[in-house]
């Protein structure tokens, strides 16, 4: 009896798991472009998220895109709780979402910068990590420096989980999404060669600004 509900139980993390990537991967933003008519792979920056998207179609329909990259990170979390598995598995739900968002099959593994749904992912885990996020994320928005608020943020989370005394598995898995969100600001990254000539990328911009080279301004919106 017990292996049979232990293995119920891995098959519905497994099954919620994948179900998380899948959800995650969605190219919501790149959807709605071909939807106006646009394919956001062919203009502005070529990147599939809200800035672009913004920058080339509209403000109305990039207003859609954040809310739901925000259910893609949002649903799996919701499910898994309510399938009640243990928080370890909850935790993994949003962490696959986040990858998926960042790395789908469906566009070879070159996907969005995952940053609204990571904040989906992790409002369930708690309220007060929340908090914390989305001030950081709307200071460094009134400052028009939402690639620094973004970093702060979630460099910041797994602190404010250990603090508040979140279960361990949920600070852990959110150091995973900030390798997440790291690893996305240097995809594609070139290092400069040296006695060359000027340098065309800056990993220190990448890092604290998540700029990207190319047409987009210094402050470009992380989705």
């Known amino acids: 009896m017990l292996v049979a509900s232990s293995l119920r139980t891995t098959i519905s993390v497994g099954l919620l798991w994948v179900g998380g ?3 995650g991967g969605v190219p919501i933003g790149w959807l709605i472009g071909k939807m106006a008519g646009v394919d956001l792979r062919e203009v502005g920056t070529g990147k599939i998220g809200t800035s672009n998207l913004f920058r080339s179609v509209g403000i109305l329909p990039a207003a859609l895109v954040g809310p739901l990259q925000f259910g893609q990170g949002l649903a799996p979390v919701l499910a898994a709780e309510l399938l009640r598995l243990p928080v370890w598995a909850v935790a993994g739900a949003g962490l696959m979402a986040v990858i998926g968002n960042g790395w789908p099959f469906y566009f070879r593994y070159n996907g969005g910068r995952g940053v609204a749904t990571a904040t989906g992912a992790i409002a369930p885990w708690s309220w007060l990590g929340l908090a914390f996020v989305l001030l950081l994320l709307a200071g460094g928005g009134i400052i028009r420096r939402s690639g620094l608020g973004v970093l702060l943020a979630y460099l910041g989370l797994p602190v404010v989980l250990a603090l508040s005394r979140a279960p361990g598995a949920l600070a852990v898995t ?23 000539a000027e340098a065309h990328d800056d990993w220190r911009r990448r890092l604290v600004d998540d700029w990207r080279p190319g047409p987009e301004p210094l402050d470009q919106s992380s989705v």
């Open 21 to 23: 990537y899948l959800l």
């Open 174 to 196: 959110s150091v995973g999404v900030v390798i997440c969100l790291l690893l996305r600001r240097f995809e594609g990254y070139q290092f400069r060669a040296h006695g060359g």
